[in-house]
């Protein structure tokens, strides 16, 4: 009897001992020692199947190729349940399926493959764009900037992409990136003038001040003429003119052709009201390009402006000769025959008075001719109140006209006027 209880109290104890043998957890498996296992499990699967692997990939490349989506999947699909695809194939593999999905219209499974094919090749650009244009189809634009920024990470030098995607940070109003990445690509292209723009845009919707960063990097090159136009207008947003005039000179110093410093200074002279400044700049223009009419247009009116009437009417009289079938020309001599008229008019308008406003009214008839537009009421104005009616030509007209029908003020403000107008019959 004593026996027996030992031997159950024995087969109990091994029995327990059995159990909590099986109950123990095994060894811990370290990630890189699974990841080997796995594979050493795949190249073994692949060398086992490779034949066969082969040929469904070659199948579905062809199915591919001929548009034949749903059938090139079925082949693809094979590869997996094969353990075919590892590094070497995955190229291969994943963005055909991925792109097959989202031709056969499942964006999401398209996702899922090009996800999975970038664990193995994060840096493959192919991959990644075809996930990025995948996501550009179903409007999820945060997503994209995403993408762009782990594909910029793997390809850091590819400038086109940075300014790409410093771009897209700005317009969908991401300033803190925008700004990051325009500093990051400015430090090996500073004179990138789009990327310069982007930084600027980005510090101030982030209310930061500008004005520092963009006087240092003047100071630091000031022969520079971009940084040079950077800082003039942001003193003129400061309405600092007279730095900007000071900042504009020097550069114009140092770059006597520049055509692009000499408009500016032209805008600049002319808002501070130095017209004389202005239109030697407009003088110089000029000789630089002889055949560009807005300089000579803009120096018509400057020389109005400083009180040199001769000046304006000689620069006026050159552009109807090299324009004579452009209104705008007539039109313009037409407002400085009116000035001078103006300057020499008393309180009430004599007849040399109204025959220099003959003249401007001539002028503007002759551009109404040619087209040029709103100067209509130019017209009806001096028609009604400043040419010569019939009662003037009446009582004045022996006094001024010649034998040959035509006439010409004497008032000694006028003594430098050549031109003659043709008298209406008696």
């Not at 782990?150 to 410093?166: F, G, N, R, T």
């Not at 003129?236 to 020097?250: C, F, H, P, S, W």
Request: aromatic share 10%; hydrophobic share 35%; glycine share 4%.
């Amino acid at each position: 009897m004593k026996g027996r209880i030992w031997t159950v109290v024995t087969l109990g104890l091994i029995l327990i001992g059995m159990v909590l043998s099986s109950c123990q957890p095994p060894s811990a498996m370290s990630e890189e020692e699974m990841a080997m296992r796995q594979k050493a499990h795949r190249d073994s699967m692949k060398k086992a199947n490779m034949q066969q692997c082969m040929k469904f990939l070659s199948f579905a490349t062809e199915y591919y190729k001929n548009k034949n989506y749903e059938d090139a999947l079925r082949n693809y699909s094979k590869l997996f349940d094969l353990e075919c695809v590892d590094e070497e194939l995955a190229r291969d593999v994943y963005v055909f399926v991925g792109n097959s999905y989202r031709e056969l219209n499942q964006p999401d499974s398209a996702l899922y493959y090009y996800d999975q094919g970038l664990a193995y090749l994060p840096a493959d650009n192919y991959l990644r764009q075809s996930k990025i244009y995948t996501l550009k189809t179903l409007g999820d634009t945060e997503a994209v900037l995403v993408e762009k920024a782990a594909q910029l990470k793997y390809h850091p030098d590819d400038m086109a992409l940075a300014e790409e995607l410093v771009d897209d940070y700005l317009q969908n109003k991401h300033y803190e990136d925008a700004k990051a990445l325009a500093q990051q690509i400015l430090m090996t292209q500073p004179s990138n003038r789009n990327v310069q723009n982007i930084l600027r845009e980005s510090m101030v919707a982030l209310g930061e001040d500008i004005f520092g960063m963009i006087k240092a990097r003047y100071e630091e090159d000031p022969t520079n003429l971009q940084y040079a136009n950077e800082y003039v207008g942001v003193l003129l947003e400061r309405n600092m003119t007279t730095e900007a005039t000071v900042v504009l000179e020097e550069e114009w110093k140092n770059n006597p052709d520049n055509e692009g410093i000499m408009r500016r200074l032209v805008d600049v002279y002319n808002s501070s009201s130095n017209t004389a400044k202005s239109v030697g700049v407009l003088q110089k223009l000029i000789k630089i390009k002889p055949n560009d009419s807005e300089y000579a247009y803009q120096l018509t009116e400057g020389l109005i402006a400083t009180g040199d009437r001769k000046g304006a009417l000689a620069q006026a009289e050159n552009l109807v000769k090299s324009y004579p079938k452009d209104g705008r020309a007539y039109a313009n001599r037409a407002k400085v025959y009116e000035k001078i008229g103006n300057a020499c008019t008393g309180a009430v308008p004599d007849f040399n008075d109204k025959l220099v406003f003959l003249m401007a009214y001539e002028d503007y008839i002759k551009a109404k001719e040619f087209k040029y537009s709103k100067i209509q009421n130019k017209i009806d104005f001096l028609g009604e109140a400043r040419i010569p009616q019939k009662g003037d030509w009446f009582f004045y007209g022996d006094d001024y006209v010649d034998k040959q029908g035509f006439a010409s003020p004497k008032k000694d403000c006028y003594n430098w006027i050549t031109r003659k107008l043709k008298a209406p019959p008696k």
